[in-house]
């Protein structure tokens, strides 16, 4: 075994996406193969290639999912719902998939494509699966630039023995020993760094996974371990879900609007179709599928999305859909996750233990749904966990997991702690810090902001991690927008931005405009991918820089400070001027040119101001326009009696 070959890799095999992550001293991150494309669709087609050994070649993900539908019966797609079964046992699975399923001598489901006319090939559904598994493995390895043999795979909750077996003889015939496998929901959890700490002892945690097709929600229990230095684990109280609900009911009801609508546009008696798909082509309803999931995708974002679709020379079919719409949509269709997380809770009983729920996870595409995390979070009363990218949870916890047993997570750190300053970035680029480094868990702070600009309606917020007082030296965690601020004046409007670090160290920042009340939030994992090491370098930079950072943070803010206040005086010296003692103005518009000057010198660069001669300025300045503002009040009392 060479260097680095004894990794464990965490692979998240799923059923209609699979994908590989490793967890290192550089924290946990997903491996991409030489196209930088990091999730492999799990889906693969069979074709006749004299050259190849057995006569016959694979094509795996994109490349087979792309042309699926050109090649429904040689191409096998959600295997994994045949996955050490029968044929029996896989009965309602059947209507739903492509290619025709048998059984073979053990009762056990197997897979059956036709390669030509004359031809077909019978293969186990594990052998599929281990052909997306050696995919993964060789992307791993080309990100890695190593061999690797050793993987932790995920399953569902609700897989059983055979169907877990199975996924290790998968691992097996790709040429991987699998270490471990590990429930999905148990591996989210991981990813969020719960149970790796003390204080998560004991805690109940819901996972809320709504994926393309499958929907799955499970409660678990962290279980302190036995004894001194016993691993702790999670025990899975309860699962509930429905293997035929995802985001494809959501894309398929936004389908079934635009097909009624076209019809009605065409002014064609669609009667006899019941306004489903039949009466149109398969590339149409592949294009109407494409962009119905577009505008699903796009409602995640913003409120509203349109499509513009050319239905023949003529015509064009134009929509609008706006999140009140789709949300009144889909609410039934929300609604049957919900139930089904009241069984799961029924199910589990007095085992979620007198603390009730303390943390739920999204994953899955769907969980992106603002209406799914606003329901969810009401049913626990628990704001849901959304900082790591719904698509990659899992496969990020199964290497956490991986590099666990490989004995690598020592390095990790501890989430008690806030290892590093968070805060955002000011106008000019300076970091204003919430929570300074080295404060305890669970941690709480807030400041107000306003605007820079007259008449802005949006404030963008950049999230920082650091200790460096200029924002472009430290790392960005993630952006977000308030929108919808009533235009008023630059200064005027108060935007309260909330900074909460929870007892499992997860960042969540909101912002609130007091006057609209209008609400934007973020959350993030703060230490995601820093080691010991990296926290320790950003510390000694941020020594080195103190001085320097520090000069250059109070140009910046006077810069922005300063741009207000000669906006502002210059305005009314403007209008009032005729009122003043020609020699009070004069020489206050000295002082505002002196600043002026100043402000500009400090924009271009920071360093050809001195700082303590900026502030006397813009002092200076402060103090002499009294005069100044009580003819402009005693002005406007006028004109408002
Ligand atoms: P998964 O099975 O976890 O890969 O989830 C895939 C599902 O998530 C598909 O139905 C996607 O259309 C859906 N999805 C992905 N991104 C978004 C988004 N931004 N908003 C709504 N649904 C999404």
Same mark, same amino acid.
């Given at each position: 075994?060479?260097?680095?070959?004894?990794?464990?890799?965490?692979?998240?095999? &799923?059923?209609?996406?699979?994908?590989?992550?490793?967890?290192?001293?550089?924290?946990?991150?997903?491996?991409?193969?030489?196209?930088?494309?990091?999730?492999?669709?799990?889906?693969?087609?069979? @074709?006749?290639?004299?050259?190849?050994?057995?006569?016959?070649?694979?094509?795996?993900?994109? =490349?087979?999912?792309?042309?699926?539908?050109?090649?429904?019966?040689?191409?096998?797609?959600?295997?994994?719902?045949?996955?050490?079964?029968?044929?029996?046992?896989?009965?309602?699975?059947?209507?739903?998939?492509?290619?025709?399923?048998?059984?073979?001598?053990?009762?056990?489901?197997?897979?059956?494509?036709?390669?030509?006319?004359?031809?077909?090939?019978?293969?186990?559904?594990?052998?599929?699966?281990?052909?997306?598994?050696?995919?993964?493995?060789?992307?791993?390895?080309?990100?890695?630039?190593?061999?690797?043999?050793? /993987?932790?795979?995920?399953?569902?909750?609700?897989?059983?023995?055979?169907?877990?077996?199975?996924?290790?003889?998968?691992?097996?015939?790709?040429?991987?020993?699998?270490?471990?496998?590990?429930? @999905?929901?148990?591996?989210?959890?991981?990813?969020?760094?719960?149970?790796? =700490?003390?204080?998560?002892?004991?805690?109940?945690?819901?996972?809320?996974?709504?994926?393309?097709?499958?929907? !799955?929600?499970?409660?678990?229990?962290?279980?302190?371990?036995?004894?001194?230095?016993?691993?702790?684990?999670?025990?899975?109280?309860?699962?509930?879900?429905?293997?035929?609900?995802?985001?494809? !009911?959501?894309?398929?009801?936004?389908?079934?609007?635009?097909?009624?609508?076209?019809?009605?546009?065409?002014?064609?008696?669609?009667?006899?179709?019941?306004?489903?798909?039949?009466?149109?082509?398969?590339?149409?309803?592949?294009?109407?599928?494409?962009?119905?999931?577009?505008?699903?995708?796009?409602?995640s974002e913003a409120?509203?999305?349109?499509?513009?679709?050319?239905?023949?020379?003529?015509?064009?079919?134009?929509?609008?859909?706006?999140?009140?719409?789709?949300?009144?949509?889909?609410?039934?269709?929300?609604?049957?996750?919900?139930?089904?997380?009241?069984?799961?809770?029924?199910?589990?009983?007095?085992?979620?233990?007198?603390?009730?729920?303390?943390?739920?996870?999204?994953?899955?595409?769907?969980?992106r749904?603002p209406?799914?995390?606003?329901?969810?979070?009401?049913?626990?009363?628990?704001?849901?966990?959304t900082a790591l990218d719904? *698509?990659?949870?899992?496969?990020?916890?199964?290497?956490?997991? &991986?590099?666990?047993?490989? &004995?690598?997570?020592?390095?990790?750190?501890?989430?008690?702690?806030?290892?590093l300053s968070l805060g955002i970035e000011t106008v000019g680029g300076a970091m204003a810090k919430l929570i300074?480094?080295?404060?305890?868990?669970?941690?709480?702070?807030?400041e107000?902001f306003?605007t820079s600009?007259?008449?802005q309606v949006s404030i963008k917020l950049n999230v920082l991690q650091g200790?460096?007082?200029m924002a472009a030296d430290c790392r960005s965690l993630g952006e977000f927008e308030l929108r919808g601020i009533?235009?008023?004046?630059?200064?005027?409007?108060?935007v309260?931005v909330e900074f909460l670090?929870?007892?499992?160290?997860v960042l969540r920042v909101s912002a609130r405009e007091?006057?609209?009340?209008k609400r934007a939030s973020l959350q993030v994992v703060p230490?995601h991918g820093?080691?010991?090491?990296?926290?320790?370098?950003?510390? /000694? @930079?941020?020594?080195?820089?103190?001085?320097?950072?520090?000069?250059?943070?109070?140009?910046?803010?006077?810069?922005?400070?300063?741009?207000?206040?000669?906006?502002?005086?210059?305005?009314?010296? @403007?209008?009032?001027?005729?009122?003043?003692?020609?020699?009070?103005? *004069?020489?206050?518009?000295?002082?505002?040119?002196?600043?002026?000057?100043? /402000?500009?010198?400090?924009?271009?660069?920071?360093?050809?101001?001195?700082?303590?001669?900026?502030?006397?300025?813009?002092?200076?300045?402060?103090?002499?326009?009294?005069?100044?503002?009580?003819?402009?009040?005693?002005?406007?009392?006028?004109?408002? =009696?």
């Open positions: 075994m060479s260097a680095g070959e004894d990794i464990i890799v965490g692979i998240d095999l &799923g059923t209609t996406n699979s994908l590989v992550a490793l967890c290192d001293e550089r924290g946990p991150r997903v491996l991409s193969g030489d196209d930088g494309v990091s999730i492999v669709p799990s889906v693969v087609r069979y @074709e006749h290639d004299d050259s190849a050994p057995g006569g016959v070649r694979t094509i795996v993900g994109d =490349g087979a999912k792309d042309r699926a539908v050109e090649f429904p019966e040689r191409t096998a797609a959600s295997v994994k719902r045949l996955m050490g079964r029968s044929l029996a046992d896989a009965r309602d699975d059947l209507p739903y998939l492509s290619y025709r399923v048998i059984e073979d001598e053990h009762a056990q489901a197997r897979v059956e494509l036709r390669l030509d006319e004359q031809t077909t090939k019978i293969v186990s559904p594990q052998e599929v699966s281990a052909v997306i598994l050696r995919e993964l493995k060789a992307r791993a390895q080309h990100a890695l630039g190593h061999g690797v043999r050793r /993987a932790v795979v995920t399953v569902p909750a609700y897989f059983d023995d055979a169907q877990r077996q199975a996924t290790r003889d998968a691992g097996r015939l790709a040429g991987l020993e699998v270490v471990r496998i590990v429930n @999905e929901p148990t591996a989210a959890a991981l990813a969020y760094g719960l149970g790796l =700490g003390e204080r998560a002892q004991g805690e109940t945690v819901v996972v809320y996974d709504l994926g393309g097709g499958t929907f !799955d929600v499970s409660i678990l229990r962290l279980t302190p371990g036995e004894g001194e230095g016993g691993t702790s684990f999670f025990q899975v109280l309860s699962t509930a879900g429905d293997t035929r609900l995802g985001g494809d !009911d959501v894309d398929h009801m936004l389908v079934a609007l635009f097909m009624r609508e076209i019809r009605e546009l065409l002014g064609a008696g669609g009667a006899n179709d019941e306004g489903g798909l039949g009466a149109f082509p398969p590339a149409t309803r592949r294009a109407l599928k494409m962009f119905a999931e577009s505008v699903k995708c796009r409602l409120a509203s999305a349109s499509v513009a679709i050319a239905i023949n020379d003529k015509q064009t079919y134009e929509r609008t859909v706006t999140r009140d719409e789709f949300e009144s949509m889909i609410a039934p269709w929300v609604e049957r996750t919900i139930d089904a997380c009241d069984r799961a809770v029924r199910d589990a009983g007095d085992k979620v233990g007198e603390g009730g729920i303390g943390a739920v996870i999204m994953v899955g595409g769907s969980t749904i209406l799914v995390r606003a329901r969810v979070g009401e049913r626990f009363g628990v704001e849901p966990y719904p *698509d990659r949870v899992v496969a990020l916890g199964a290497a956490v997991q &991986g590099s666990i047993l490989a &004995g690598t997570t020592k390095g990790q750190l501890l989430l008690d702690v806030i290892p300074v480094r080295n404060s305890t868990a669970p941690a709480r702070a807030t107000m306003s600009v007259d008449g200790e460096r007082e009533p235009p008023m004046p630059a200064g005027v409007p108060q309260e670090v929870d007892a499992n160290g007091r006057r609209s009340g230490n820093l080691t010991r090491d990296e926290v320790e370098r950003i510390e /000694a @930079e941020s020594f080195l820089h103190a001085r320097e950072d520090m000069d250059r943070h109070r140009v910046v803010d006077l810069v922005a400070n300063s741009r207000l206040d000669i906006k502002w005086i210059g305005e009314k010296l @403007e209008r009032h001027g005729g009122e003043l003692e020609p020699a009070y103005r *004069d020489d206050l518009r000295a002082r505002l040119e002196a600043l002026r000057a100043m /402000a500009e010198l400090g924009a271009a660069d920071w360093r050809s101001v001195d700082p303590g001669e900026f502030h006397r300025a813009k002092q200076a300045l402060d103090e002499a326009s009294v005069r100044l503002q009580e003819v402009a009040i005693a002005a406007s009392l006028r004109e408002q =009696g």
